[in-house]
């Protein structure tokens, strides 16, 4: 089955391309030691903070207290902790006010005002339905729940005609598969007989044409009989 007249043919030699030499994009005449970690010799934009050497702070002279008025926004440290406080505990000999009272009668004020205050004035756009503009208008949610029974119902559809089909399917028996290829192999060998009676020159297009016939034939007969040979269970739909 594996017989062709292109095995005659020599094949060239494929040779894989070189991948291109590496070439660095320094010139090598940096100095190595610049590469090198814990170097102290100073190197241009290779450092972080001060330069070694140039730091002259005494510890000593550290800052001292209340000598820096801290400031919170715009009011002081004192003014922001005077609005923190609470208000001062009242004194011994401060004295509150005894006996005062009103003469003012709360019950019938009260009553008063209630009578005399006015409704709260509504919006009839937003309370009559009728204004809405959403109003005789299908809601979405009766749109979405319509279009997912329907989805559901065509699912199950679709469900009960393959178990339909299953049921209809029958399975080929074993010897039926082995003379099926058998079959496909007479075929193929045929097919292949008339392949190699070819000439070599396919000077026409109709010569051209029924080598491309052939070829296609017998690669559908191969791919049948690969199928045929790796199924274990053929399955033969009704209709």
Known sequence: MEDSIYELLPHPEIVA???PLYHSKHNGTTNPNNFEMGVR????????????????VDPASYQKAHTQKLTLGKCSATDWV????KDPVPLRAERPIMGKRSSKDFVTSNALETIKAKPPQVDNSDFWYTS??????????LKRTKRQIAEERAKMDAYL?????????????????????RMLKL????????????PFALDT??????????????????KDIRLLERSEKLIVMAG
């Open 161 to 181: 005609a393959a178990q339909e089909q299953d049921e209809q399917a029958q399975e080929l028996p074993r010897e039926e598969k082995e003379q099926l290829i």
């Open 41 to 56: 010799e100073p190197k241009q934009n290779a450092t972080m903070g001060l330069a070694m050497g140039t730091i002259t």
């Open 82 to 85: 005077k609005m923190i406080r």
């Open 132 to 141: 809405k503009p959403d109003f005789g208008k299908v809601p979405g949610y």
């Open 205 to 222: 297009p109709a010569k051209k044409k029924r080598k491309e016939l052939y070829e296609a034939q017998l690669q559908q007969i191969e």
């Open 187 to 198: 075929k193929w060998q045929q097919i292949n007989s008339d392949f190699l009676k070819l």
């Open 17 to 19: 391309p070189k991948a």
